[in-house]
């Protein structure tokens, strides 16, 4: 057996095979969030203060957030803090998908802390954005660094009032005993809302891999009629290959109102816009089936494969933000694939309440889509001979 060359390779074989499969499992595992943008806004006046400078304790705490521990020991922080000058710009910014949260420090914060020793005190409060729809994972990891971040604040301020008022010997009324629980509170809201079906979240996701197995079928299927097709001309053969295209259209059509349809009434996910998405799908599965024709016209039926292995290594990336996976499968893998414009474009028209327009996702599929029918076509200046081989393996 030994002598056997295959049963010699099997070890290399199963080491590949060990490889393979953890190149696929390796981005979920061990998940790091690093460079996360949150804005932080500050606009605290402050308050004036006898004898004493102005006192602004929301700069203060901007400074505090801002000195992380990872800008000292040199490595990437979970969070990249952007200061935003007001609410106003904050709100255009979640809704332009910026940042996967947001703190607000409002006008009278100050004014209300320093009340936290008088007699009377009113508790100030901030207020925390999630951006849901941006990506679930990454606005919820946003969100509890940010809850984290108002609990550190509340034991930093309850020590030192409590210092004073010992300094002071002073007894504390019913109003400032209350107080110190939550010197500083926080009002948390959620902004462009993936609804209270969990399963709404993922539903870009959820949508991907139907259309895309779909897509590799039915351009397979296309592939094999056409290439069956008897064609002695390359003008003929032009005429075939244009009949490819149309038939991927109208399958394009039929794929992308039925999944919507599919996803809504029998699936139960929440469609805000039906015909708004339907037709995107329909771009989609287009762009998709022409990518995976042109590859075919080129290379056979072998060619999906291809397209086999982008399911199986591209899936598990889509359900992550780009700043949730390391810099080799962020640059050399997700950036490089056609599907993610796919999910980018169901999240604006699930979360956002935008419709379809010419914007980055739909622009991006149509690109591909034009290239690669290019493609298809010139596929006619092949040799006969590559032509003929690729009709007998079909």
């Given at each position: 057996?030994?002598?056997?060359?295959?049963?010699?390779?099997?070890?290399?074989?199963?080491?590949?095979?060990?490889?393979?499969?953890?190149?696929?499992?390796?981005?979920?595992?061990?998940?790091?969030?690093?460079?996360?943008?949150?804005?932080?806004?500050?606009?605290?006046?402050?308050?004036?203060?006898?004898?004493?400078?102005?006192?602004?304790?929301?700069?203060?705490?901007?400074?505090?957030?801002?000195?992380?521990?990872?800008?000292?020991?040199?490595?990437?922080?979970?969070?990249?803090?952007?200061?935003?000058?007001?609410?106003?710009?904050?709100?255009?910014?979640?809704?332009?998908?910026?940042?996967?949260?947001?703190?607000?420090?409002?006008?009278?914060?100050?004014?209300?802390?320093?009340?936290?020793?008088?007699?009377?005190?009113?508790?100030?409060?901030?207020?925390?954005?999630?951006?849901?729809?941006?990506?679930?994972?990454?606005?919820?990891?946003?969100?509890?660094?940010?809850?984290?971040?108002?609990d550190n604040m509340n034991n930093n301020v309850r020590a030192q009032l409590l210092a004073g008022f010992k300094n002071q010997g002073a007894t504390l009324t019913t109003e400032q005993a209350?107080?110190?629980?939550?010197?500083?509170?926080?009002?948390?809201?959620?902004?462009?809302?993936?609804?209270?079906?969990?399963?709404?979240?993922?539903?870009?996701?959820?949508?991907?891999q139907p259309l895309w197995m779909a897509s590799m079928a039915s351009a397979a299927i296309i592939f094999m009629a056409v290439s069956k097709t008897a064609s002695k001309t390359r003008k003929?053969?032009?005429?075939?290959?244009?009949?490819?295209?149309?038939?991927?259209?109208?399958?394009?059509?039929?794929?992308?109102?039925?999944?919507?349809?599919?996803?809504?009434?029998?699936?139960?996910?929440?469609?805000?816009?039906?015909?708004?998405?339907?037709?995107?799908?329909?771009?989609?599965?287009?762009?998709?089936?022409?990518?995976?024709?042109?590859?075919?016209?080129?290379?056979?039926?072998?060619?999906?494969?291809?397209?086999?292995?982008?399911?199986?290594?591209?899936?598990?990336?889509?359900?992550?933000?780009?700043?949730?996976?390391?810099?080799?499968?962020?640059?050399?893998?997700?950036?490089?694939?056609?599907?993610?414009?796919?999910?980018?474009?169901?999240?604006?028209?699930?979360?956002?309440?935008?419709?379809?327009?010419?914007?980055?996702?739909?622009?991006?599929?149509?690109?591909?889509?034009?290239?690669?029918?290019?493609?298809?076509?010139?596929?006619?200046?092949?040799?006969?001979?590559?032509?003929?081989?690729?009709?007998?393996?079909?």
């Amino acid at each position: 057996m030994l002598k056997n060359k295959l049963a010699l390779l099997a070890p290399i074989i199963a080491f590949v095979v060990l490889f393979i499969f953890s190149l696929a499992l390796f981005p979920s595992v061990q998940v790091q969030p690093k460079n996360l943008p949150v804005a932080i806004v500050n606009e605290d006046q402050g308050v004036e203060i006898p004898n004493q400078p102005k006192m602004n304790m929301g700069q203060n705490i901007v400074d505090m957030i801002q000195k992380t521990p990872s800008s000292t020991t040199g490595e990437t922080p979970a969070v990249k803090w952007v200061t935003v000058n007001n609410i106003e710009d904050v709100q255009h910014g979640l809704n332009d998908q910026n940042y996967y949260a947001a703190l607000v420090i409002p006008k009278d914060f100050s004014a209300k802390q320093a009340s936290l020793r008088t007699p009377t005190p009113t508790s100030p409060e901030v207020q925390i954005f999630i951006n849901q729809g941006m990506n679930t994972a990454a606005s919820t990891m946003a969100g509890q660094i940010l809850n984290g971040v108002v609990d550190n604040m509340n034991n930093n301020v309850r020590a030192q009032l409590l210092a004073g008022f010992k300094n002071q010997g002073a007894t504390l009324t019913t109003e400032q005993a209350s107080g110190l629980v939550t010197p500083i509170a926080k009002k948390v809201t959620n902004v462009n809302e993936i609804g209270t079906n969990s399963a709404n979240g993922n539903a870009p996701i959820s949508l991907f891999q139907p259309l895309w197995m779909a897509s590799m079928a039915s351009a397979a299927i296309i592939f094999m009629a056409v290439s069956k097709t008897a064609s002695k001309t390359r003008k003929e053969n032009l005429a075939v290959k244009l009949t490819q295209i149309v038939w991927g259209a109208v399958v394009a059509v039929i794929a992308g109102f039925g999944l919507t349809w599919l996803a809504g009434s029998m699936v139960g996910l929440h469609i805000p816009q039906f015909a708004d998405t339907a037709l995107f799908l329909t771009i989609t599965f287009f762009s998709f089936f022409l990518l995976i024709s042109a590859v075919m016209s080129w290379l056979g039926i072998k060619g999906i494969s291809l397209f086999a292995l982008m399911l199986f290594f591209g899936a598990p990336l889509l359900a992550l933000a780009p700043e949730m996976m390391s810099s080799f499968y962020r640059d050399w893998v997700y950036s490089w694939l056609p599907m993610r414009y796919m999910v980018e474009g169901l999240r604006e028209l699930f979360f956002f309440g935008k419709g379809i327009s010419w914007n980055h996702a739909v622009s991006s599929l149509t690109w591909i889509g034009l290239v690669s029918a290019v493609v298809i076509l010139a596929s006619v200046l092949k040799p006969r001979a590559v032509q003929e081989q690729q009709k007998l393996e079909v």
